[in-house]
């Protein structure tokens, strides 16, 4: 049974209720022992081989084996030849003066070969239990072949939808990160990273990066500490008492700072505010990133900015193995400055286990696609696709024929989304192939119309609508490639691209309904749209088993219950947007848009307050938003008391019943907002 059938949900704005307890148990004094008793062991140059990341560089040339040997490498990235980790990890303990094995990483970002929803489809489920499951099933899947490090859980608050990798985030709630980001670090790690099947945990970015201005990635931004606090650090620091592994520095500076170079968060907050004592490691190359952010002026500051703000592993920067040790030599960082960021990287490496057991086992099975992790996808689908609109056409019954159209009808790759590394498109079941194969006795009329999301020329679509004109019910999938959300895609127009509306139109003129599925990695401005079709569901990218789960709404086998966890603007020029806006002095009230003002108005004949004469001050649809194919009754809330006094907790309670005749779920919202005087 998921949480969200037994107790409602609440969101809480500008601060966390109940962080959870720790997953991950703290280092046992033995531990520690043979931590320090490596470290007196270690050479400078050994030291700061532990604190470098490489990537993958293609096979085990003699110059890498060389490296391991002599212990100049302690973590790489994105080798996925089992046989290839194994022998490298054989070098690395059997070969190097100290034996110090190695860890593999990867970004596993929702499933390594199954693909689950991206993060903000699963945070479309509200469902904690579903989200565990997802990460859960990708780190078996990613450890069977020797990936123990993931970069997940991306708890970054993201309220504008221009930026790309709102696709990898939770959305714009803070509770809900929060909760969610928990949840995805269980999954994970479990309650015992030495289990060969756990993966740690990596709490990113560290932070604010989801603030960058104008939604572009990498970009800077401004966040006063009360913000910081309210708004973007309680995820992170529920992710450090629920024991994440590690956690990574933002690309964005702060303030002025970068993330990689910032005091203030790397040490004064994270270590010495909340006692964290996991792993801090940049982003790719955010140490020598520092360099045309203008904050260091060369590798080699970079290298004493970051050392000495507390981040210990340099990924593909090689700023530390370049010059860190000139730097101690120097006096410019001090070797304890060094010495505990190996500590960190050494307890890493004794809490997965991996100093008594640093092998993996080949598995004798194929440990991909298992019926348990293509079911848990599909039913990750159902509970984060969204029903935004729904004139009585949905579910389809009685139908004898269906129109299956669209960019996103037949996309197997794209409708995984942003970070699907290596997944197999074979094995990802589109909405054509999933009625085609599930519904027999339904003819299906098939035609893409474009090719793709981008697709502006109109030649294919006459065969689109040549389809619908067959059919009783025209199902128009819609949105945009995976290639157009994540890291570096960043757009400035959010609307459904190519001739996607115009292939709309077209399909509108045959007096059909149509039901419009969008496929998407972010919000789309699409108000004109939603008013030419009947039905809409909304779908985040939603992995290996989007047919499946997307089928079985819109045929009734499931009842929807997604909300949004994001915010839904009109039209671009409403961004950033997000539910919990502080309130202004002159709220929108008496709302006069721009073609009803008459012409030579006076200046202030309509009045004076806040919104937007073209979008008024609503969006398209707003945070935890979404139907279902039922509705839902609520008895008047009752408090069990209407005061709340300091460590005192107040009881929100009322009724919600299922007023029709389809047995579904739901998720109650509770917001609430401090009044200050």
Known sequence: MTFKKLVPWCVVIGFVIGLVAACTDKPTNQTEKRIEALLKQMTLEEKVGQLNQINDVGGLPEDLKAQLASGEIGSFLNVIDPELII??????????????????????????????????????????????????????????????WTFSPMIDISRDARWGRIAESFGEDTYLNTELGVAMIRGYQTDDLTDPTAMAACAKHFVGYGASESGKDYNTTWIPEVQMRDVYLPPFQAAAEAGAATFMCSFNDINGVPSTGNKHLNINILRNEWGYDGVLVSDWGSAENMIPHGFAHDLKDAARIAANAGMDVDMMSYAYPQHLADLVREGKVSEKTVDNAVRNILRLKFRLGLFENPYIELPTENPFYTERALEAARQSVVESTILLKNEGVLPLTNVKSVAVVGPMSDAGLDQMGTWSLGADPNFSITPLAAIRSEYPNITVNAARG??????????????????????????????????LSGEAKCLANISLQGAQTEMLKALKATGKPIVMVVIAGRPITMGPEIEMVDAVLYAFHPGSMTGPGIADLIFGKAIPSAKLPVTMPKMVGQLPIYYNHKNTGRPANNITYMDDIPYGAEQFSIGSTSYHLDAGDKPLYPFGYGLSYTTFEYSPVTLSSNILKDNETITVSCDITNTVKYKSDTVAHLITRALRG
């Open 87 to 148: 022998e490298m990890q054989r070098i690395a303990v059997e070969e190097s003066r100290l034996g110090i094995p190695l860890i593999f990483a990867r970004d596993v970002i929702h499933g390594y070969k199954t693909i689950f929803p991206i993060p903000l489809g699963q945070a479309a489920s509200w469902n904690r239990d579903l989200v565990e499951l997802g990460a859960r099933i990708s780190a078996e899947e990613a450890s069977a072949i020797g990936i123990r």
């Open 450 to 483: 474009l090719e793709y999301s981008r697709v502006k020329d109109m030649k294919e679509v006459g065969k689109a609508v040549e389809a619908a004109r067959k059919s009783d019910v025209v199902l128009f999938f819609a949105g945009e490639e995976a290639i």
